[in-house]
């Protein structure tokens, strides 16, 4: 007999599991794990739900930055809901220096993620992207 698995292990795990193939540049693994209709959001930037839309959206964000050094700096786990505080430095496609900071807070069902919202300084963001990127 297997031991039980918390609500806490199985948030924290997918989470982890998450992060892990977002540090491997693998955004179809990072769609794997959410829900079919999964809901995300970037602070200021987008909004939208489904697998289909991550997948369109991750795969034109992640090219945006080279040399990324993102750190988890605090993961707190709190039944089917997380929070990930972080910091990160980079350099972008256009060759300059990037960094921000901010918090990612998931909700995880059954090891599925069933919503990301990531929070960061959006002002950052935009002053190397514009505002639609």
Do not use: C
């Amino acid at each position: 007999m297997t031991p039980m698995t918390s609500r806490e292990e199985v948030t924290r795990q997918t989470v982890q599991s998450l992060y892990d193939a977002y540090f491997a540049g693998d955004s179809d693994g990072m769609v794997d794990l959410m829900s079919e209709d999964v809901w995300i959001r970037f602070l200021g930037r987008a909004d939208f739900r489904g697998k289909d839309e991550a997948r369109r959206f991750f795969g034109q964000n992640t090219p945006l930055l080279e040399d990324l050094d993102f750190r988890i700096r605090k993961l707190i786990v709190d039944g089917a809901y997380a929070a990930a505080l972080w910091s990160e430095t980079a350099r972008t496609v256009h060759g300059r220096d990037y960094a921000n900071h901010g918090v990612d807070v998931f909700e995880v069902h059954d090891g599925k993620i069933v919503m990301v919202h990531e929070n960061n300084d959006v002002t950052v963001h935009r002053s190397h992207f514009g505002h639609d990127d």
